[in-house]
């Protein structure tokens, strides 16, 4: 196990409804990245927080929004949810942004939208 | 656009076989490149990072090669063991810091 934790392990929802996803990172990382994995297909990169600032965006709308806590958890929020939305949401937590520092990734929150 | 093939089809192997698998890719300059391990319903385990200047890495029964004239990593475990059956993701990344991942290629060890 690599420390991070996130919940809900499962979720569902409707389209059009809002989600927040959590992360809890690995003690002592002060960044987290996440990413959505679409079954069958490599984790593709949301964004990253290094404490509490976005320090990268991937190719998502404004509806996903993120938060970074000072004790280095984080939220992902998924506003006006599509059904393409549906994925299994990794964060992964790192000790610091800006080098080759290992990622330790969650177990990953399995949104389904309906 | 920037492109990460890796093999969509599983790969089948006897135990105690090597198992190689590709990652290629184009119109990406990477300064290294990871490989991950994956089980179903888990997040990703990171393996091994080699930089565009190095040749190979080993770590234990794994070896990773990378050609950047080919454009091409390549992903081997020697003495296969059933245990190592699992989803292998390999990620490139041109210094963000910010990883790119391939789709994976599943393999699986027969005993």
């Known amino acids: 196990e690599t420390g991070v934790t996130q919940s809900p392990t499962h979720l569902i929802k409707t389209r059009g409804q809002q989600v927040t996803l959590r992360c809890s990172s690995q003690?002592?990382?002060?960044?987290v990245s996440w990413y959505q994995q679409a079954l069958g297909q490599g984790p593709q990169f949301i964004f990253q927080?290094?404490?509490?600032?976005?320090?990268g965006r991937g190719n998502f709308p404004p509806r996903f929004s993120g938060l970074q806590f000072p004790n280095y958890s984080s939220e992902l929020n998924v506003n006006a949810l599509e059904l393409d939305d549906s994925a299994l949401y990794l964060c992964?937590?790192?000790?610091?942004?800006?080098?080759?520092?290992?990622?330790?990734f969650g177990p990953g929150t399995r949104l389904t939208v309906l | 656009s920037q492109k990460i093939e890796q093999n969509s089809e599983a790969l089948n192997i006897q135990e105690g076989k090597t198992a190689t698998l590709t990652c290629n890719y184009t119109?990406?300059?990477?300064?290294?490149l990871q490989w991950y391990r994956q089980d179903p319903g888990r997040g990703p385990v990171f393996l091994l990072l080699?930089?565009?200047?190095?040749k190979e890495k080993r770590k234990e029964r794994l070896k990773v090669t990378f050609d950047t004239t080919l454009k091409q990593s390549l992903f081997h475990i020697t003495a296969s063991q059933p245990a190592d059956s699992a989803t292998y993701l390999c990620?490139?990344?041109?210094?963000?810091?910010?990883?790119?991942f391939g789709r994976g290629t599943s393999l699986i060890v027969h005993p």
């Open positions: 992964a937590s790192s000790l610091q942004a800006g080098e080759e520092s290992e990622q330790f």
């Open positions: 003690s002592g990382h002060n960044t």
């Open positions: 927080y290094y404490r509490e600032e976005e320090n």
């Open positions: 119109n990406y300059s990477p300064a290294y």
């Open positions: 080699i930089r565009e200047n190095e």
């Open positions: 990620a490139l990344d041109r210094g963000s810091y910010i990883p790119t």
